[in-house]
């Protein structure tokens, strides 16, 4: 079942109001290690708290690994040797991040937008989904179960994105993963998220496989903009 509607002011959360700065939009085109990752996210929360930086999203890929959030359960480590387990930091349980998979960490300044992490965490399901409708992918909400969801044309459930976040003193790090093209077997040494008993696809899995990393950033920016509003543009590579 969907999750019931929120109300109505929590639609916009996302959004500050009247804010002159825009976010500012980074990308990254190789493969960034987790704990570099890590640091760089929290050096940027600091700023952004201390008043010394802009909001920043940023669209990366990691190389194979396994991320555990604060409730992972040592047990849903089905295979703990097979790619390096970081400790995230983040609510949740354990994910797979890799190659063919876009992750979006997004540091928010809640102050300004709106102190509330439930709605946060509905903008950014809302997010996920109007990206995916872009490509004609429709993604729900299930209660009970993060993430976003698609049903496949046998009529089973999949898992098409994961949510993952942290909140410092109102400003937000981690965020999102969406599975462009990645080796779904990989996500076999885990139980994802600690939903045993559901699958896992992608866009190419659901046969966009012309589908490119370029194009899910487009979608990916065009539906933030319009759930966060405005990013800085274009877009800068950083190696």
Request: charged share 25%; proline share 8%.
């Amino acid at each position: 079942m969907m999750q019931a509607p929120v109300q109505a002011e929590e639609r916009l959360a996302g959004r500050a109001p009247g804010a002159a700065r825009t976010v500012e939009w980074r990308i990254s085109d190789r493969p960034v290690a987790y704990p570099e990752a890590l640091a760089a996210m929290e050096a940027r929360v600091q700023a952004i708290r201390d008043g010394g930086a802009r909001e920043l999203v940023w669209l990366l890929e990691h190389p194979p690994l396994y991320t555990a959030g604060t409730s992972a359960r040592r047990g849903d480590l089905l295979l703990a040797d097979r790619f390096p387990v970081y400790q995230a930091g983040r609510g949740g349980q354990y994910t797979y991040h890799g190659p063919g998979q876009r992750v979006a960490y997004l540091m928010l300044d809640l102050r300004r937008r709106r102190p509330d992490v439930r709605a946060y965490v509905w903008s950014l399901e809302e997010w996920i989904i109007r990206a995916l409708a872009r490509f004609d992918i429709r993604g729900e909400r299930r209660d009970g179960r993060i993430g976003i969801w698609v049903v496949r044309p046998d009529g089973g459930e999949a898992k098409i994105a994961a949510i993952g976040v942290r909140v410092r003193r109102w400003v937000t790090y981690h965020g999102i993963a969406i599975n462009l093209d990645p080796d779904l077997e990989h996500f076999a040494g885990i139980v994802p998220c600690g939903l045993a008993g559901f699958g896992v696809t992608s866009l190419a899995d659901l046969g966009l496989n012309a589908t490119t990393l370029p194009d899910l950033d487009l979608a990916l920016r065009a539906a933030f903009e319009e759930v966060f509003g405005p990013a800085d543009a274009p877009p800068p590579a950083v190696p």
